[in-house]
């Protein structure tokens, strides 16, 4: 395998971690945003879900990066953008919130990274130094794997587990 030495692409936006969720939870919180009218109260989300409310602001901090809903004051509101995208078919769902993803900093450092390399991927060792210089105060194994969820889901990125290769999807 013929790799180039990365080059840390220089962000045109200061890159910023992204929630520890599964882009799953995510999807749900829509769901149940959407049978309950479109808006509720963040603290009666976390109880009705019988969730810690840390871990349901991770998913609504995603939620919201990706556009989906917002946060007036303490209630979560289901975007327009948020309910159309949860109505289309699952093929159109990966491609919309791909290309949401795609426009979130650390994802469209680490596409730029990946797409500058011979076989447009890297090995998860170079990722994780990369993460570590970008996000120090962050756990690179922690945002690894969130960034392998979601850009998985959204057919963004595939990951190889057995030789820890991170990789452009190659549908992309």
Known sequence: MN????ETPTPRFE???IPVCGI???LG???????RGGKEPMGRLAADLHIEF????AVVKAAEMLGLVSTPGSDVVLEPFGKATMELP????????REKIRKVPLFAAIETLLRRQEETSLPKDIVLEELVMWLPDENPETIFKTIVNWGRYA????YDADEELLAIDQGN
């Open 24 to 26: 799953s939870r995510v």
């Open 29 to 35: 919180l829509l769901e149940t945003l959407d049978d």
């Open 54 to 57: 840390g871990e349901l602001l």
């Open 90 to 97: 699952m093929n159109e769902k990966k491609r919309t919130i």
């Open 3 to 6: 790799m180039k030495e990365p």
């Open 15 to 17: 890159i910023e971690p």
């Open 155 to 158: 057919e963004l990125f595939s």
